[in-house]
């Protein structure tokens, strides 16, 4: 089940504070996995 489809069958369910919260956790997640990527690959 991907980001976008868990976004889309939460807000099908009309529960837009767990979307928002799911979907902000995901993105914060992602944040930090692209920073120590840039950050290891600047150290490289």
């Known amino acids: 089940m991907t980001t976008v ?3 889309k069958f939460v ?3 009309k ?5 928002l919260s ?3 956790e995901t993105l914060l ?3 930090e996995v692209i920073i ?3 950050i290891n ?3 490289k």
């Open 11 to 13: 807000s099908r369910e």
């Open 41 to 43: 690959g600047s150290i």
């Open 15 to 19: 529960s837009f504070r767990l979307l």
């Open 29 to 31: 997640e992602l944040i």
């Open 36 to 38: 120590s990527v840039s």
């Open 5 to 7: 489809s868990f976004c």
């Open 22 to 24: 799911a979907c902000s």
